[in-house]
């Protein structure tokens, strides 16, 4: 009974000290897990569900050399801010939201740039796009990474994807487009299971 | 028949407190460093597989710890610290002798920032005087005073010592 009314009478310490704690504790963690732009790749995926985690796990077994960590992100975790995206080095979006971020999208020509040397063919010519979605950037800009129509796509087992197709592109703004480890992860992506 | 002044706080009393402040100091030092240690190690092997679980941990672990290291600084550190300080003042202090009948009451007063007492009310000649008892010594006052005290010993309105006739 003494120790409850203890307890009650410092309540506002304790609940500070939590608090404290989450935010301290989050705070550090966000900067361990982390990695400076140059030695990470970030995948930012418009799905309805992703193991973004395990998805991130299993890129990470095959990393391009230098490259410490892979991140994959829903569009939530940045509530859609395109600013937030900026750094993006891969973007796996439906075919109906392309033109909404299309500023974030590498184009046709960026995409060939990051491939030294290797077109979008030799990455999965089953999955290539053709489709245009108007704008600067189009479908055929990115790689058709999930087709509706046979439910044939990549990395099927971390991502659900909706019912209409889903194209990869490089980011536009992505560091590791001239140094082709943005290709390399997506083409791991493309081509997982 | 002899009269005894018995002190409230003996010298063994002073030094169990002493050792009291600073066995629960240490602990506590003891207990928050390693908390720290223990999520700094979590937050240095958190990697994209397991730092969902190791962030969880660490808020868990400093979390608890701190609640610990919270209540027992407040609790035991801290008031015992004020009761030895109280006691080296009742030993320190002038005293002033109160005649009559000893009543420990159950009437608890939270001093903030200092100890807890009980009120000790003195019936004598005069009429009743109140004074104080430190929570921790009002129990072995009440048993003397039903043995038989015939006056306490006050400092700053608290009992320092009080006079038995053998």
Not at chain 1, 93 to 120: F, K, V, W
């Amino acid at each position: 009974m003494r120790f409850l009314k203890n307890v009650f009478s410092q309540l506002h310490s304790f609940v500070l000290w939590l608090m404290f704690s989450a935010v301290f504790w989050g705070w550090i963690f966000t900067i361990v897990t982390d990695a400076p732009a140059e030695e990470k790749v970030t995948v930012y995926c418009y799905v309805s569900e992703i193991r973004d985690k395990d998805l991130a796990v299993a890129l990470e077994e095959n990393r391009p050399e230098g490259i410490r960590m892979i991140k994959v992100h829903p569009f939530d975790y940045v509530m859609m801010n395109i600013e937030r995206m900026e750094d993006g080095d891969i973007f796996i979006l439906p075919q109906s939201r392309i033109e909404t971020y299309a500023e974030l999208l590498a184009d046709a020509d960026g995409g060939a740039a990051a491939g030294n040397g290797m077109d979008r063919g030799d990455m999965s010519d089953s999955m290539d796009g053709s489709d245009t979605a108007g704008g600067g950037v189009d479908s055929s800009a990115g790689f058709r990474i999930y087709d509706a129509a046979s439910d044939a796509g990549g990395a099927l087992s971390y991502i659900g994807y909706g019912d209409e197709d889903y194209y990869l592109f490089l980011g536009a703004r992505s560091v590791h487009l001239e140094d082709g480890k943005a290709l390399e992860v997506a083409r791991q992506l493309l081509d997982m299971k | 028949m002899t009269v005894q002044i018995m002190e409230l706080y003996s010298d063994s009393d002073m030094s169990r407190l002493g050792r009291k402040v600073s066995v629960w100091t240490r602990t506590l030092c003891g207990v928050a460093a390693a908390a720290l240690a223990a999520c700094v190690i979590m937050a240095a092997t958190a990697n994209t597989a397991n730092a969902g679980r190791m962030e969880l941990g660490a808020v868990a672990t400093s979390t608890v710890a701190g609640w610990f290291v919270i209540y027992c600084g407040i609790f035991v550190v801290s008031r015992a610290k004020r009761e030895l300080a109280h006691a080296k003042m009742l030993k320190q202090e002038t005293r002033e002798r109160v005649e009559g009948t000893v009543t420990v009451t159950r009437e608890r007063l939270a001093i903030r920032k200092s100890i807890i007492a009980l009120r000790v009310d003195v019936a004598g000649s005069a009429g009743t005087k109140r004074v104080l008892v430190t929570e921790q010594k009002g129990e072995a006052l009440a048993k003397a005073a039903a043995a038989g005290v015939s006056a306490v010993y006050t400092a700053h309105g608290y009992v320092a010592a009080y006079e038995v006739t053998v």
